[in-house]
């Protein structure tokens, strides 16, 4: 089992930055891939990002692109979205997750573990 515990969410003005960390704990070795999904109320959760927990390879929805970014520090078990030039549309929980493979990382039925998810709301 892996456990993950999301942290950083808050309020911000749109054009604002916030960090979201997200801490993993247990069986860590079989994590290939970190990733990041949010939903929106009413909303289907979706893809935000994904990086590669060994070589550290990125990959974005178009949404974010440009405007957020994914790291890992392995020392410390930690995946960090740094999310940048906040819209009220990107107004959502944020929730972390882990998989086992490295296919298809914007699919969420690929990822068997997840945090509790974290709340990010933009003003406008």
């Known amino acids: 089992q892996v456990q993950l515990v999301e942290s950083g969410g808050g309020l911000v003005q749109a054009g604002g930055s916030l960090r979201l960390s997200c801490v993993a704990s247990g069986r860590t070795f079989s994590i290939y891939i970190m990733g990041w999904f949010r939903q929106a109320p009413g909303e289907r959760r979706e893809f935000v990002a994904a990086?590669?927990?060994?070589?550290?390879?990125?990959y974005y929805a178009d949404s974010v692109k440009g405007r957020f970014t994914i790291s890992r520090d392995n020392a410390k078990n930690t995946v960090y979205l740094r999310m940048n030039s906040l819209k009220p549309e990107d107004t959502a929980v944020y929730y972390c997750?882990?998989?086992?493979?490295?296919?298809?990382?914007?699919?969420?039925?690929?990822?068997?573990?997840w945090g509790q998810g974290t709340q990010v709301t933009v003003s406008s």
């Open positions: 990086i590669d927990w060994s070589g550290g390879g990125t």
């Open positions: 997750a882990a998989s086992p493979r490295r296919t298809r990382v914007d699919s969420r039925g690929q990822y068997d573990y």
